[in-house]
């Protein structure tokens, strides 16, 4: 037992000056990297390469690089190899720098830096395309069992202010390893070339690379200006509206059901809007699902029209564009009267209105006796007399006489009773 006890601290303190050999000197000094190098590889792409310092002294100690992109747009990051790729556009020129780092107890040990550039490419300015789009969309390609679904592009531009008239523009595309130049122009009124279509390209519509386009000139007045710009896909693809969009009226209840639309994303990966529209009061219903099927209840005599769009699904890509509206459906019936029966019935309103009015004023104003007044009756003997003969008889009998007279007044008749 006395004979291991110096053993043991033997191999413990050889173990500490081991590991001490390994920890990194408080006094280490980090030294840039040399050698580094920019360099075009495509449209919108460079590879940032650089080499270790030489002279730096080497220990057991994982040495990293922090890249710093100073242009065309500020960015930095880390990484433990000696190249970087990175896409950016071009025609504003680019540069980036590049420092050897070490991380030690939560502390950053950093070299100086390295740097590099790619100066912007020659041309006159305001010779360059002006509001650059591109749109893609996708088509099924009942052809072709591999890519049973293709990817078409239209970019649109306008011509620079400064370009000369005889200025000729030229579009590339990129998308991952494949790049290709635009055989399908559309000219403006001078022959120079404004819009670009690619019927079928190797873009993925699933996909998440930058697509990188390029349009550069030629003029034999000025250097053209060359203009590149990256797009992301979920940013520009317009989607197809959705497929088969039925509708059916049971009751109050309506029924709209439709099939996704032409695409290589999964039946779950979409999300629907619905609108249903009244133009005769003006009624409009927008409902957001995930399903291809709603049910609404409506007034079931009026006529309605039904559209569904639809866009890619957060769930599967980033959000982007809507689809466009569907082709209107139209249901239900619709209880519009005919101009004339309309007519007849306002016609036949107003008269009764006016003359309920009329009737009012004049049982309030007493206006009816005024525009007619009663007309008097006619005296006449013969009816004098056949008056008085009954009441003679009816005298003999009770030995009175009652004699009617009739006073006339200006205008009005009374009558008054004499006894004799």
């Known amino acids: 037992m006395i004979i291991m006890a110096p053993v043991l601290l033997i191999l413990l303190g050889a173990t500490e000056i081991l590991q001490a050999d390994l920890l990194p000197d408080d006094k280490i000094s980090l030294l840039p990297p040399v050698n580094f190098t920019i360099k075009v590889t495509g449209l919108a792409q460079v590879l940032l390469r650089w080499e270790p310092n030489p002279d730096q002294e080497q220990r057991n100690v994982n040495l990293e690089y922090q890249v710093k992109i100073n242009a065309p747009k500020e960015d930095d990051y880390e990484t433990r190899i000696t190249e970087s790729k990175c ?45 650059l789009t591109c749109t893609t969309n996708t088509t099924a390609d009942n052809y072709s069992y591999l890519r049973p679904y293709q990817v078409s592009l239209h970019c649109t531009w306008l011509v620079g202010t400064d370009a000369p008239e005889d200025t000729q523009y030229f579009l590339y595309y990129r998308y991952g390893s494949w790049t290709e130049e635009c055989q399908e122009y559309s000219k403006d009124s001078m022959g120079r070339n404004i819009a670009c279509w690619f019927p079928r390209t190797f873009i993925h519509s699933r996909g998440r690379d930058w697509l990188a386009v390029l349009v550069n000139g030629s003029s034999k007045h000025s250097a053209i200006k060359p203009f590149d710009q990256l797009f992301a896909l979920h940013a520009i693809d317009q989607i197809n509206p959705p ?48 399903t291809n099927a709603f049910i609404s209840i409506i007034d079931d005599l009026s006529k309605y029209d039904v559209q569904v769009r639809a866009a890619v699904s957060s769930m599967c890509r980033e959000a982007g564009l809507w689809s466009e509206w569907s082709q209107p459906i139209y249901v239900g019936k619709d209880e519009h009267k005919p101009l004339r029966q309309w007519f007849l019935i306002v016609l036949m309103a107003t008269i009764c209105f006016i003359l309920l ?5 004049c049982r309030i104003c007493h206006l009816w006796i005024k525009l007619f007044p009663p007309i008097p009756a006619p005296k006449s003997n013969i009816k004098d ?14 030995t009175e006489i009652e004699v009617i007279s009739y006073i006339e007044k200006p205008g009005v008749e009374t009558l008054e009773d004499s006894v004799f």
């Not at 639309?261 to 219903?285: M, T």
Request: charged letters at 15%.
């Open 357 to 361: 009015i009329l009737l009012l004023i």
């Open 385 to 398: 007399l056949f008056v008085t003969a009954n009441y003679e008889k009816a005298g003999s009998v009770e």
């Open 87 to 131: 896409v950016t556009i071009l025609h504003k020129g680019f540069s980036a720098s590049v420092r050897t780092i070490l991380q030690k107890d939560h502390s950053l040990l950093a070299s100086s830096w390295a740097s590099a550039e790619l100066h912007a490419p020659p041309g006159s300015p305001g010779t360059s395309v002006v509001n």
């Open 243 to 290: 497929l088969n969009v039925t509708a059916e009226i049971k009751g109050t209840r309506l029924s709209i059901q439709w099939e996704k639309p032409v695409s290589a994303f999964p039946i779950h990966c979409f999300d629907y809007e619905v609108k249903i529209h009244n133009a005769r009061n003006g009624y409009l219903q927008i409902e957001k699902m995930m």
